[in-house]
């Protein structure tokens, strides 16, 4: 006779050293946390309860003891653990480190402190029980009513102690705890296990110096630059006694208000200026790089503060005109060299790419001589945060270069202030994760992300990614932290396919709100791409017959963009620049087109070309170089806009597929100038040839030909074109004659 076995003793059957947390529903187990754990652990515990009820619907009661034959899953260092695991090192673990052990009837979860039993925790929830925190919002919780943990055996240390990714959303305090960065902008509590904190941050040669204070009676300890001591954008002169003595006699008071930090920045300005005094000099010429003077004065102030603070440590900065590794000189044991990539290419990786292979060399002569290094690495644009970024790809290859080379801290600079980012949400999870651990498989890391944060949407927005990287691989692109546009990276046939891909994306996501809403902010930087490449777009659209539907109005497509970016609260556009600017400028670009050139009128649509100010590339806006203005006289109602006080290029259009290979066209600008004298040149107009690096057409305009309210047809001959040419107009620095320049647009006709 065979007995009969229920189903559901079957599938409750437990596998060797397994332990079943929860029977449909419902847990005998409970959850141990001492009385005197600290504060951290008393979280662990509270947000394992909090979590566990949430995905088994069972109560799981936090207590500070148990029986010794109870069902317990141990939170924190204690007795029980040392008891049932000798060998576990709890020094060993550092501020970080986590261990979880089980057998079918205890779980011990625990770790070093501060932030251990934390991030044990929040390790076993989420690669154990299946639990997500895509951002500080919004999370997944699985719905297990039996919920069985299989024979834990981890112990683990992460090799970069300092995580920091610079994400807005990061910053939240439980959000950075749970994604286990502790870095010094996140706003972790102590509840939560702290975080790091550097004093001053960086740049701190004026913080703790500052000119106003001392430059009229010490000039002598600011930089010598031609043989002048200078207060303004320089740096110290690192060579002066007196100088380092007050330094640190500030440095140390700073320290003693916020002994609990545990590091200080002493780092140069952000900018160049680095004394040229013949002592500094001597030091930077024997150390074959301006890095010697300042690790000279930088490991004597460090030499200081460790009378006083011997655990304190003392962080500087590599960074543009310090980057390169000095010889003869080395870190001491208490400084901590912040290495910085900014003039990196971050489409290639930095250890392998043949863009940059002068920051390897760079890094890799610092990690021979630092006991250890911190990283300031960039993965964002600063010029255009609203800009597909395509440097996903590099992101796991650097951080384990970074490893490999002595980095304990490393700080991944993205676009804080901008919501509308390229993929903010997916950066901050995807480096965290490869923060703790850079040997995870980042495309793994991706997927995971977009198919839990965008649902049926993953698949296009994968595909998305995908031809976005691999446009930027095939152009070669050296793909800055500042980048302008994308059309050196981007060709218009992508552009196309990937408004396709998000149209898919959208149309999967249509029939749920939260994802509706996650897919339409994720498609922000890519639609900036076609407002600010429309009519190219448009014109691809026309010759290929692509399967796209344009917008019958840009300038509502524009309205309803600027609607959406303030309906997510996009803050900035770029660094230092309020989203606020950017729709100003967009309006004026996207303002109606003003009637055809008198010269355009009836010919055939094909014969003639015409290029308004909102199409023009306007360079040095930052600098006051250019930009867009008002001007009811111009055709459209705005015209680009010049001062005469340089020189600059600063109103250009490049040809792209305008004109065919080979083709002739008659080419115009119309312009003006307010003017001051009436004789004179005005400004320079021309074609240049970028492809041949030459001049194809270049013009000087009296002042008599252009100045006045009205606007003037320039005739800047006849040429035969093709991409990589472009059209340019400048100033000639005169502003005694000229006050300032305004050009409205080119247009182009095509000789028969």
């Keep these: 006779m065979h007995l009969m076995v229920p189903l559901f003793l079957i599938l409750a059957a437990q596998a060797p050293g397994e332990a079943v947390l929860a029977q449909d529903g419902a847990s005998d187990w409970v959850i141990v946390v001492a009385e005197d ?52 090192d709890l020094g060993a673990l550092g501020r970080d480190g986590i261990v979880l052990k089980s057998n079918d009837t205890r779980v011990y979860l625990a770790g070093g402190r501060p932030r251990g039993t934390l991030y ?10 299946g639990c997500r925190w895509w951002s500080s919002t919004e999370r997944y919780v699985p719905e297990k009513r039996t919920l069985a ?78 043989g002048e001591r200078r207060g303004e954008r320089t740096q110290l002169c690192l060579t002066n006694e007196a100088m380092r003595a007050e330094f640190v006699k500030n440095a140390l008071e700073w320290i003693r208000r916020n002994p609990e930090a545990g590091m200080i920045s002493i780092s140069q300005n ?9 002592k500094c000099r001597a030091l930077d010429e024997a150390a074959g790089s301006p890095s010697g003077s300042l690790l000279h004065f930088v490991n004597a102030v460090a ?6 603070y011997p655990e304190f440590l003392i962080s500087t900065l590599a960074y543009q005109y310090t980057r390169k590794a000095p010889t003869g000189v080395t870190p001491r044991h208490n400084v901590i060299i912040r290495l910085c990539s ?68 490393l700080f991944e600079q993205g676009d804080s202030s901008c919501s509308i980012s390229d993929f903010p949400e997916l950066r901050a999870w995807v480096l965290a994760h490869l923060m703790w651990e850079p040997e995870r498989d980042a495309d793994a890391l991706i997927d995971a992300f977009l198919q839990g944060y965008y649902g049926p949407a993953a698949e296009p927005l994968r595909a998305y990614i995908d031809l976005i990287h691999d446009a930027a691989e095939r152009s070669g692109v050296y793909l800055r932290c500042y980048m302008a546009h994308t059309s050196e990276w981007f060709p218009v046939e992508d552009v196309i396919r990937a408004v396709q ?19 339409a902010r994720a498609r922000m930087p890519l639609d900036n791409v076609f407002l600010n490449r429309y009519l190219e777009v448009a014109r691809a659209v026309k010759r290929t017959g692509a399967a796209l539907v344009l917008p019958a109005d840009p300038t509502a497509y524009a309205e309803a963009f ?87 290029w600063a109103v250009q259009y490049e040809i792209r597929d305008e004109a065919s290979e080979g083709e002739r066209w008659h080419c115009y600008a119309e312009l003006r100038c307010d003017a001051k004298a009436a004789s004179g040149v005005a400004l320079v107009a021309g074609v240049y040839d970028t492809r041949e690096g030459k001049h194809v057409a270049q013009r000087s305009v009296p002042i008599a030909e252009a100045a006045g309210k009205d606007y003037k047809t320039v005739d800047l001959g006849a040429h035969t074109l093709s991409p990589g040419m472009y059209f340019w107009v400048a100033p000639v620095n005169n502003p005694g004659e000229v006050d300032a320049i305004f050009v409205d647009r080119f247009y182009l006709i095509r000789e028969r």
């Design 270 to 278: 952000d900018w160049h200026g680095n004394c040229q005094c013949a």
């Design 303 to 308: 030499a200081e503060i460790e009378k006083e």
């Design 120 to 129: 044990a925790v929040y390790t076993f929830l989420e690669e154990v029980v």
């Design 37 to 88: 754990a600290q504060a951290a652990e008393r979280t662990a515990a509270a947000e394992l309860q909090e979590h566990l009820q949430a995905v088994t619907g069972a109560a799981f009661p936090v207590q500070p003891t148990a029986a010794p034959d109870a069902k317990a899953i141990v939170v924190g260092p204690s007795p029980l653990l040392a008891e049932a695991h000798p060998d576990v």
């Design 149 to 226: 943990v299989p024979a834990l055996d981890k112990v683990y240390v992460p090799h970069l102690i300092y995580r920091e990714a610079f994400y807005r959303d990061a910053f939240d305090g439980v959000f950075a705890a749970r994604s286990k960065c502790n870095g010094h902008f996140v706003r972790v509590a102590e509840e939560y296990g702290g975080h790091y904190n550097i004093l001053g941050w960086c740049h701190t040669f004026f913080q703790i110096l500052p000119p106003e204070r001392y430059f009229a009676e010490h000039p002598d300890w600011y930089s010598e630059i031609d």
């Design 501 to 519: 891909l998000f149209d898919e994306a959208e149309k999967r996501a249509k029939d749920d709100p939260v994802l509706a809403t996650r897919v």
């Design 342 to 409: 900014i003039e990196c290419s971050y489409s290639q990786p930095l250890a392998t790419g043949d863009q940059n292979v002068e920051f390897k060399r760079d890094m890799e002569a610092w990690s021979a001589i630092a006991p250890r290094l911190f990283v300031w690495d960039y993965v964002t644009n600063f010029r255009d945060y609203i800009m597909p970024h395509p440097n996903l790809r590099v992101l796991a290859p650097n951080i384990r270069f970074f490893v490999a080379n002595k980095t304990v801290g």
């Design 562 to 648: 600027i609607a959406r970016a303030e309906g997510f609260a996009a803050n900035s556009y770029r660094e230092g620049g309020d989203f606020g600017q950017y729709a100003r400028m967009l309006r004026l670009r996207f303002r109606p087109a003003g009637p055809l050139p008198a010269a355009c009128e009836g010919l055939p649509e094909e014969d003639y070309v015409v290029i308004e100010d909102s199409r023009f590339n306007l360079h040095g806006v930052d600098n006051g170089w250019s930009g867009l203005v008002d001007d009811a006289a111009a055709a459209d109602k705005a015209a680009a806009y010049m001062p005469s006080n340089h020189t600059q």
